[in-house]
């Protein structure tokens, strides 16, 4: 049974920061790599970060410099640790499995307003 469980989300002031988790169960987690994606009302859900089996990263350049993506493979997790945080960041953030997603978990709010 595949699951996949986001947490961290909240209401946060413009430069204010957050960390998110994502706790993912039923596939070998450390075989994949595993992406942050975001949906923002009225857009398509998108990829801002993702990180390789041997940790390398990639960061849409939207969120390069202020997002940074990790995993422990020990727990199964990935983070997504966002800094300096602005408006336009406000969304749902979901994770997965790349390249061959599994079912979506429920996602977590992220609100940045003042």
């Known amino acids: 049974q595949v699951q996949l469980v986001e947490s961290g989300g909240g209401l946060v002031q413009p430069g204010g920061s957050l960390r998110l988790s994502c706790a993912a169960s039923?596939?070998?987690?450390?075989?994949?790599?595993m992406g942050w994606y975001r949906e923002a009302p009225g857009k398509q859900r998108e990829l801002v970060a993702n990180i390789l089996r041997d940790g390398t990263t990639d960061i849409a350049d939207s969120v390069k410099g202020r997002f940074t993506i990790s995993r422990d493979n020990a727990k199964n997790t990935v983070f997504l640790q966002m800094n300096s945080l602005k408006p336009e960041d406000t969304a749902v953030y979901y994770c997965n499995r790349l390249p061959s997603r599994v079912s979506w978990g429920q996602g977590t709010q992220v609100t940045v307003s003042s």
């Open positions: 039923g596939f070998i987690f450390s075989l994949y790599p």
